[in-house]
């Protein structure tokens, strides 16, 4: 079984500041880990995934995570928030299958990141 | 290309009755999953399908909701005798699933039910 803690449901930065978002999870298995984003009005948007690589990963739109295996953390960097950024956050992880692919994604509850100008 | 697409996008009825919810993957993918998104909640994984067949219906909440996918393309989610508590956005996502590795999910834009 997996869950996902997303701290914090609402998260407000000023422009130009660093972003953090946090993300614990929890698996019986080595997990697939996600950050996804989700604009108003919008579909799901894939920010970036870590697959057991490299334990730092680079996403779309300037953001980071970071895969802590002794924390069990996967949170969510980006050095310089901009206007745009503001949207619902989510992260959400999988059990990989030893055939390929990946189980249904387990999400957390999201955080809605305000933009102070 | 044509992303998930997921008809109708907006859906109203009354308690007691039964709904159809149509996704459309992208073409050639081969896994398929749906998700229930409640309000202020994140997205809560209902079923997975492989081709035809379905992988994995643990998320189903109750016998009321069924899902089909006869083609190995277009699936289908029936709820039977719908309640106020199934409003919510139900999104549809499809991988490829092809050898080893992670397949990125791409996200529909959800069909909103509203039960009253």
């Known amino acids: 079984a997996q869950s996902v803690t997303q701290l914090g449901s609402h998260v407000s930065v000023s422009e130009g500041a660093l972003v953090l978002l946090r993300c614990n999870y929890s698996s019986s298995v080595p997990p697939y880990l996600f950050w996804y984003v989700q604009y108003p009005n919008q579909g799901l948007q894939l920010l970036l995934k870590y697959t057991s690589a490299a334990t730092l990963v680079k996403g779309i739109n300037g953001f980071e995570a970071e895969f802590k295996k002794s924390e069990t953390s996967f949170h969510l960097t980006k050095p310089s928030a901009h206007m745009r950024d503001a949207a619902e956050y989510f992260c959400?992880?999988?059990?990989?299958?030893?055939?390929?692919?990946?189980?249904?994604?387990?999400f957390g509850k999201g955080t809605h990141l305000i933009i102070q100008p | 290309g044509a992303g998930v697409s997921q008809t109708p996008s907006n859906k109203v009825t009354e308690k007691g009755k039964y709904v159809e919810l149509r996704c459309d993957p992208i073409?050639?993918?081969?896994?398929l999953y749906w998700y229930r998104q409640s309000l202020g909640q994140g997205p809560e994984f209902l079923i997975y399908?492989?081709?035809?067949?379905?992988?994995?219906d643990s998320g189903l909440p109750n016998d009321r909701f069924f899902a089909v996918r006869p083609e190995g393309s277009v699936s289908t989610l029936k709820i039977q005798r719908t309640e106020r508590g199934d409003s919510a956005v139900y999104l549809c996502?499809?991988?490829?699933?092809?050898?080893?590795?992670?397949?990125?999910?791409?996200f529909g834009p959800g069909t909103r039910l509203t039960v009253l």
């Open positions: 073409s050639g993918h081969t896994a």
């Open positions: 399908f492989q081709g035809t067949g379905a992988a994995d």
């Open positions: 959400a992880v999988s059990a990989p299958h030893s055939g390929g692919g990946a189980d249904g994604l387990t």
């Open positions: 996502a499809s991988s490829f699933s092809g050898g080893a590795g992670l397949n990125e999910q791409f």
